[in-house]
């Protein structure tokens, strides 16, 4: 050995380096935990908006899935003259005789008909209802259910007797079936049977007060022309029946129709993000703005708390790049703990309500790697400028003025 | 531990335990060399002036000079905390002026142990690990900083207090602690920041008496005092005022019976405070 020797220059073991940049986390656990916050009510709004949209959505497409796909519609579209192309009355028959096709419903519109509570209602005052003439079979095609009573048979569809559709029955104040409950329809009493939970593939029947087609043509002046459509067709012939619907329903001005499937529309609409998505996704980004600005406030003021310490490990050997490594890691740390927690607090809260609304949980990958990302970054950044100023602080500034 | 007869000078030379040798012709551990440190202003302002020291192995040497007189820029100066502005500064023989930041950085870590007034522990770390930091940045690895740390504590009479905080400790056992940090990396030279300017009189004579008894066991020590009194008791004295020295004692001669411990084998640790047969400073 000689006075000569080499100096080697030495880097700080990781160990080293976890347990010195907790050093500032661990004393100040308080002031840690307030400027951790931001960061991680940012992160968990966000996490939870992007983890709340991924659950609904995923609710809304298993449900979707639940009722089928293979569900189509055809209904009467506009004429040359600008009229209603009306289907002809053969049209379920036909559509019905279709490969691929495994039932036809329909339902028709009655012209002139309105329903109401009592006879002495206005007549102006029709809540939007639409009383429609229904097929016996429509309900398992709709993959919808009867909530109260019953849907319609064989001997009710003769009989002057209404089945509501979820709002309709709302709409007219009847949300239990009474024996000879009744209300006043195209000028007459029909009695209730049934009432339908929502349909979700067809919502038209929602607001719609349905009746046979025989007691429709008989008390009502029904003309007997489907208006829409319902049909299944086998799940791997779906486009093919598409294809050939228009036709079918309507051989002579295959134009006056319009063919639709209404998970397709479904789907597009779960998929389609929520306005209020980008308005709290706005709202997290700027938490955790406010956030960083919060961390890199603290570091600044705990370097500047921390001059003797600084002073002190530069006496020890420390040079200026272990000051820098040892403030930026805690900066980043203190961002990771609330990257974290926000992530925890955002899957947490998803959870809680997706289990309230029966949803899988789902939070996407992005939404939680991204909030830790972030949050390291955001605590690297905010952490730069303190790290370097501590770094710059001299030995004998920071030991000898106190 | 037993101490033999002084036999030639040329023991001295030895730097017993200290990872550095200094050939005997006396490469000093530490050359200050016609240093000047001045400050930017209108007109500048000399700390120090064309500061000329030499400090040989195994001295202890008391530093004093009234406030503002140069006395703690030299110690930085000493400790490579600073740099100065024209001269040369040589720490066992290296030019610190030609070494590059992280070097000296290094050197500091290896080579230079700090005492301050204020003690600077930490106080959420342990005893134990307060001293283990004096070797953090040697790149040396836990297990072996504490073991030494346990070491330098047994040094300075405080391997009871282990696990307490700085906290729990009176001024003295801390100042104790601060020493036992200097020493655990057994630099080539302990740099002393008035230790007992913040100590009562009575543990302030126990901490000189333990510097004493270090420089006893062959610690290079280097103690800066605006008091007299203590730079007295020194074997040397360098009297600082207005950045010049004014008076040096020069090196204490080999006779000193104090230095006669520096004679004794090359051992890897200075004596502890019960084997030795050093004089108890009364405190």
């Known amino acids: ?402 | 531990m037993t101490h033999t007869p002084p036999p030639t000078p040329d023991n001295t030379a030895v730097a017993a335990g200290h990872g550095v040798a200094i050939d005997g012709a006396g490469v000093p551990v530490l050359d200050v060399d016609d240093v000047t440190r001045s400050y930017p202003g209108e007109p500048p302002i000399q700390a120090l002036r064309e500061v000329n020291l030499r400090i040989g192995q195994g001295e202890l040497v008391g530093v004093v000079g009234p406030s503002g007189s140069g006395k703690t820029t030299l110690l930085q100066l000493m400790g490579t905390l600073d740099r100065p502005t024209s001269g040369r500064l040589r720490i066992t023989g290296l030019d610190v002026a030609t070494m590059a930041d992280e070097d000296v950085a290094y050197l500091r870590a290896t080579r230079i142990g700090f005492i301050f007034q204020q003690f600077f522990l930490a106080e959420h770390a342990k005893v134990l690990d307060n001293v283990a930091d004096g070797l953090l940045y040697a790149g040396i690895p836990l297990k072996q900083r504490r073991e030494r740390a346990l070491d330098a504590l047994e040094l300075v009479g405080l391997a009871e207090r282990l696990h307490a905080r700085p906290t729990q400790l009176s001024g003295g056992q801390r100042q104790r602690v601060a020493i036992a940090r200097a020493l655990v990396g057994e630099p080539a030279i302990v740099l002393a920041d008035e230790p007992t300017g913040n100590l009562d009189q009575a543990t302030g004579q126990s901490i000189l008496a333990l510097i004493d008894q270090l420089h006893q066991a062959g610690s290079t020590i280097v103690v800066i005092t605006h008091d007299h009194a203590i730079a007295e008791r020194m074997p040397r004295k360098v009297e600082i005022i207005d950045g010049h020295i004014v008076a040096d004692t020069g090196p204490a001669a080999d006779t000193d019976p104090r230095r006669r411990a520096l004679a004794g084998p090359p051992t890897h640790e200075p004596q502890t405070a019960s084997g030795s047969p050093v004089r108890e400073e009364p405190s």
């Open chain 1, 1 to 402: 050995m000689t006075a000569t020797a080499t100096l080697s220059r030495r880097r700080l073991q990781l160990s080293d380096l976890t347990r010195l940049s907790t050093v500032g986390l661990r004393t100040r656990k308080l002031r840690t935990g307030l400027s951790a916050l931001g960061i991680a009510i940012g992160v968990g709004a966000i996490v939870a908006v992007l983890g709340l949209s991924a659950s609904s959505q995923s609710g809304l497409l298993a449900e979707i899935n639940q009722l089928g796909t293979n569900l189509l519609t055809v209904s009467n579209g506009q004429s040359f003259g600008g009229g209603t192309a009306e289907l002809p009355t053969s049209a379920p028959g036909m559509i019905g005789r279709i490969s691929g096709v495994q039932q036809a419903q329909s339902t028709g519109a009655v012209a002139g008909a309105n329903a109401f509570r009592t006879p002495y209602i206005p007549s102006v005052d029709t809540n939007g209802l639409t009383v429609q003439a229904a097929s016996l079979d429509l309900l398992p095609v709709l993959a919808a259910t009867v909530a109260q009573g019953h849907y319609l048979n064989a001997g009710t569809a003769q009989e002057p007797v209404v089945v509501l559709g979820a709002a309709a029955a709302e709409l007219l104040g009847i949300d239990r079936i009474y024996p000879g409950e009744r209300i006043w329809v195209g000028g007459q009493w029909f009695y209730v049977a049934g009432i339908l939970k929502p349909a979700v593939l067809a919502s038209a029947i929602d607001s719609s007060v349905l009746i046979g087609y025989p007691a429709a043509q008989k008390y009502l002046g029904f003309d007997g022309h489907p208006s829409i459509v319902y049909l299944r067709a086998k799940n791997d012939r779906v486009n093919v029946v598409d294809n050939l619907l228009a036709a079918t329903a309507n051989p002579e001005n295959p134009s006056g129709v319009s063919v639709s499937q209404p998970s397709s529309a479904l789907v597009a609409q779960a998929d389609a993000k929520s306005a209020l998505n980008g308005l709290f996704l706005g709202l997290g980004a700027v938490a955790l703005l406010v956030g960083a600005v919060g961390v890199a406030n603290i570091m600044i003021i705990s370097v500047l708390e921390r001059r003797s310490e600084i002073g002190l490990r530069r006496a020890l050997g420390a040079t200026k790049g272990h000051i820098r490594t040892q403030f930026l890691a805690e900066a980043v740390l203190l961002g990771l703990l609330g990257g974290t927690v926000g992530v925890a607090l955002g899957a947490a809260a998803t959870a809680v309500y997706a289990h309230t609304k029966h949803w899988a949980t789902v939070i996407p990958t992005e939404a939680w790697a991204g909030g830790i990302a972030a949050s390291l970054i955001i605590g690297a950044i905010a952490g730069l400028i303190p790290a370097l100023r501590a770094a710059r602080l001299s030995p004998t500034q920071a030991l000898w003025s106190v």
